[in-house]
C-alpha cells in the first residue's frame, strides 16, 4: 500500500468538511476550497481524522491514492495555515513594490516596468525591495504565481541576475577567458 496514501490526515478545530460523490469542500478560517477527486478513490471521516482509501491494487488506483490524499491534506493545511513562497530580486536596479495585495510592481531592467495582477486569493508582500512573498490558501495556485513572476525574468547563469527563489542556488558559468 501507499506510504503517504494510508497515513490519516488530522482535521484541525474549526475546519469543516463536506463530501458528495467526487467531490470535496473544506472551509476553514482563512477561507475555503473545493476540488473534485477521481471517482474511484474514497473519502471517510473518522474521529477527527480523514482516510483516504483505494478499491484495489491495480496501477492506475495505487497512483492516484498518494495523489489524492496530498492534495486533501494540502486543502487542509491551506485553509488553516495557508501558503507562502518568497522570491528574491538580484541586479542593479532591479526592484519590486507592492502597490496594492493584489498587485505588484516590477522594474526588471526592461524599457518599461512590468505589472503583475494576482488572482483571486493571491496576496503580494514586499518586506524589502528585492523581496517578494506571495501568500494564499490553495498551493497549487502560490505556486504557479511565484513561478510565473520567475519566468519574467529567469536567473542569468553569467552574473546570477533576475528574479528567483529564496534559497535557490544558481550555477554560475565562468565568462570569456581574457588573453
Given at each position: 500500500?501507499?506510504?503517504?496514501?494510508?497515513?490519516?490526515?488530522?482535521?484541525?478545530?474549526g475546519v469543516t468538511i463536506e463530501m458528495t460523490?467526487?467531490?470535496?469542500?473544506?472551509?476553514?478560517?482563512?477561507?475555503?476550497?473545493?476540488?473534485?477527486?477521481?471517482?474511484?478513490?474514497?473519502i471517510r471521516q473518522d474521529e477527527g481524522v480523514l482516510l483516504v482509501e483505494r478499491p484495489t491494487d491495480q496501477r492506475q488506483h495505487r497512483a492516484l491514492h498518494g495523489l489524492t490524499r496530498s492534495l486533501v491534506s494540502n486543502m487542509v493545511v491551506g485553509v488553516t495555515d495557508?501558503?507562502?513562497?518568497?522570491?528574491?530580486?538580484?541586479?542593479?536596479?532591479?526592484?519590486?513594490?507592492?502597490?496594492?495585495?493584489a498587485k505588484l510592481d516590477l522594474a526588471l531592467g526592461f524599457s518599461h516596468p512590468v505589472s503583475v495582477d494576482a488572482p483571486e486569493g493571491i496576496t503580494?508582500?514586499?518586506?524589502?525591495?528585492?523581496?517578494?512573498?506571495?501568500?494564499?490558501?490553495?498551493?497549487?495556485a502560490v505556486g504557479q504565481v511565484a513561478a510565473n513572476i520567475r519566468s519574467l525574468r529567469k536567473p542569468e547563469p553569467y552574473k546570477g541576475k533576475g528574479v528567483r527563489y529564496a534559497g535557490e542556488v544558481v550555477r554560475r558559468k565562468a565568462g570569456k577567458a581574457a588573453k
Open positions: 500500500m501507499s506510504r503517504i496514501g494510508r497515513s490519516p490526515i488530522p482535521v484541525p478545530a460523490d467526487g467531490h470535496v469542500k473544506v472551509s476553514g478560517p482563512k477561507g475555503t476550497l473545493e476540488r473534485d477527486l477521481p471517482r474511484d478513490i474514497t495557508g501558503f507562502t513562497r518568497d522570491l528574491e530580486i538580484v541586479g542593479v536596479g532591479y526592484r519590486a513594490a507592492a502597490t496594492t495585495p503580494f508582500e514586499t518586506p524589502a525591495p528585492t523581496r517578494i512573498t506571495v501568500r494564499g490558501i490553495d498551493k497549487e
